[in-house]
């Protein structure tokens, strides 16, 4: 190569040739998500008590869902759930399963804590450490999954509710 190239005359032109190239080429490519892990965990009932009913998140497959790791005695997640609540009513019928699990230490507080928030959505209680495979390090932690099980945003601290709402509905 001769001594013009490598003194930047067709040298930079060239790297900038190429980095648009790699740019293109990267935008083209779909997006690699990471699977939802499947869990099966205890529903708790309205009425009071961890029964012998389980849900599966595979079960779910087809719907997006919304899954909200939550506690009764956190603040944030108590700001929270009524934006759950809403959206679980409004997106129910276009395919939004929100499922929420309950990371208290103990399941006795959580049928209260429902009622008192009208959550009318599934309640799972987490005594198998489900929170651990997906990396739970705040509360609330919200894991956003598509119709294909995909995991496509997960929100550690309390949402906005304008852009979880249009989050889910991009999704829908």
């Not at 599966?56 to 759950?84: K, M, Y």
């Not at 550690?156 to 709402?165: A, C, K, S, V, Y």
């Amino acid at each position: 190569m001769n001594r013009e190239f490598w003194t930047g005359k067709a040298l930079y032109p060239t790297i900038a040739l190429v980095v648009i190239a790699a740019l293109v080429l990267l935008a083209r490519c779909p997006m690699s998500y990471e699977q939802a892990r499947d869990f099966t965990l205890p529903v708790v009932s309205a009425q009071g008590s961890v029964g012998p009913d389980r849900m599966r998140l595979a079960d779910s497959r087809g719907h997006v869902v919304l899954i909200d790791f939550w506690a009764t005695w956190c603040g944030p997640c108590r700001r929270s759930i009524p934006t759950l609540v809403d959206l679980s009513h409004r997106f129910r019928s276009r395919g939004l399963t929100v499922i929420g699990i309950s990371v208290d230490a103990e399941p006795d507080p959580v049928p209260d804590f429902m009622r008192s928030f009208r959550m009318d959505y599934p309640v799972l209680y987490d005594n198998l450490g489900v929170g651990g495979s997906y990396n739970v390090r705040g509360l609330p932690t919200l894991v956003l999954v598509d119709r294909q099980g995909r995991i496509r945003r997960t929100i550690t601290g309390e949402p906005d509710p304008g852009d979880l709402t249009r989050e889910v509905e991009s999704l829908l």
